[in-house]
C-alpha cells in the first residue's frame, strides 16, 4: 500500500484537528452556542481555514458524527468477530459498545442532546446518513442473533431483526440516563453490560 503524498497527509492531519477541536468545543458549549470562531481558535487555525473543509458548523458536526459512528462500529464488529461461540459475541458487543460510550463521553451527550438516533435537531442529513450506517450496524447484530438461535441460546421463533433492535433499546435505554444523571456516573458502563446481557437473555419475570 502506497503511502499518501505529503500534501494530503498535511490535508488529513488539518482535517482531524478541526474535528478534534470541534469536539472539544461542542463539549464545553453545546452544538447551538459553538461557533466556527470558537472551533478555529480550539485548533490554532484561521477560520478562513475551517471553512475549506467544511461548508459550516452543520457539515462539520456531521462529519464529526459519521467518524465517531464508523469508529464505533469498527471495534464492535472487531471485538465482536473476535470472540467464540453465540453467548461471548453477545456479551463482547454489548461490552464494546458500552466501553466505547465511555470512551467518548463528551461527544455522545452532544449527540442524544441533539436527536441521535433518528430524532434529528439539525435540519438536513448528508447522503450517507449515521441512521443509515446504525440501520446496517443493526442488520449485522441480526446476524448475531441468527447464530445465537442456532446454537440455541436465543429462542428460534424470535424474529432477528426485531431482536437485534430489542437489544439496541435496551443498550441505549441505559446509556442515555448514565449521560445525563450524575447520581449514575457511581456505576461505569461497563460493569452495566452484565446487567444488559441477563435482562436481554432471560427477561426480569420470576420463572
Given amino acids: 500500500m502506497n503511502p499518501l503524498p505529503r500534501k494530503a497527509r498535511d490535508r488529513l492531519l488539518r482535517r482531524t484537528d478541526i474535528l478534534n477541536a470541534a469536539m472539544r468545543v461542542f463539549a464545553e458549549k453545546g452544538y447551538h452556542d459553538a461557533t466556527m470562531s470558537d472551533i478555529a481558535k480550539c485548533a490554532e487555525y484561521a477560520v478562513g481555514t475551517i471553512y475549506l473543509y467544511f461548508k459550516d458548523k452543520q457539515a462539520l458536526y456531521l462529519a464529526l458524527t459519521d467518524e465517531k459512528m464508523d469508529e464505533l462500529i469498527r471495534r464492535v464488529k472487531e471485538r465482536t468477530e473476535k470472540s467464540r461461540g453465540a453467548l461471548v459475541k453477545i456479551r463482547a458487543l454489548i461490552e464494546e459498545e458500552f466501553a466505547y460510550f465511555e470512551e ?72 442515555i440516563p448514565w449521560l445525563k444523571d450524575k447520581p449514575l456516573k457511581e456505576d461505569n458502563l461497563r460493569g452495566l453490560s452484565g446487567f444488559i446481557l441477563d435482562a436481554f437473555l432471560n427477561g426480569t419475570a420470576v420463572k
Fill in 104 to 175: 467518548n463521553e463528551d461527544f455522545f451527550r452532544i449527540y442524544f442532546s441533539e436527536g441521535g438516533l433518528g430524532n434529528w435537531a439539525i435540519k438536513d442529513k448528508p447522503s450517507r446518513t449515521t441512521v443509515e450506517k446504525i440501520m446496517k450496524f443493526l442488520d449485522y447484530v441480526s446476524g448475531v442473533i441468527k447464530k445465537a438461535q442456532a446454537e440455541n441460546v436465543i429462542k428460534k421463533d424470535l424474529d432477528p431483526k426485531k431482536t437485534a433492535h430489542l437489544l439496541a433499546g435496551m443498550i441505549k435505554s441505559v446509556i
